[in-house]
């Protein structure tokens, strides 16, 4: 069973910068579409960022779009979101989903004001 697991997340000030990876435990073949999704507290998950294959176009929410990047290394299985300019906004659990695999468990990002 391919499974994924996200790290990277952490404590940082307004206007910091972390950056996040996803580890896939095995390769996805095909189409599939992978990405980041991100739940505060109180509201909906909501889609980040998502990278298709293999035509490889991205997406960004408007939220965050200019500020973070998404990125990948497939020799590896890693999917990365680089973060910049962080806002107290961008705090939640942020999850790795690919759509033939499913999702990973989440890291926590706390942007401090």
């Known amino acids: 069973e391919v499974q994924l697991e996200e790290s990277g997340g952490g404590v940082v000030e307004a206007g910091g910068s972390l950056r996040l990876s996803c580890a896939a435990s095995g390769s996805t073949f095909g189409d599939y579409t992978i990405g980041w999704w991100r739940q505060a507290p109180g509201k909906e998950r909501e889609g980040v960022s998502c990278?298709?294959?293999?035509?490889?176009?991205?997406w960004y929410s408007d939220s965050v779009k200019g500020r973070f990047t998404i990125s990948s290394d497939n020799a590896k299985n890693m999917l990365y979101l680089q973060m910049n300019s962080l806002k107290p906004e961008d705090t939640a659990v942020y999850y790795c989903?690919?759509?033939?695999?499913?999702w990973g468990q989440g890291t926590q990002v706390t942007v401090s004001s």
């Open positions: 990278l298709s294959y293999p035509d490889g176009n991205t």
């Open positions: 989903k690919n759509s033939e695999i499913g």
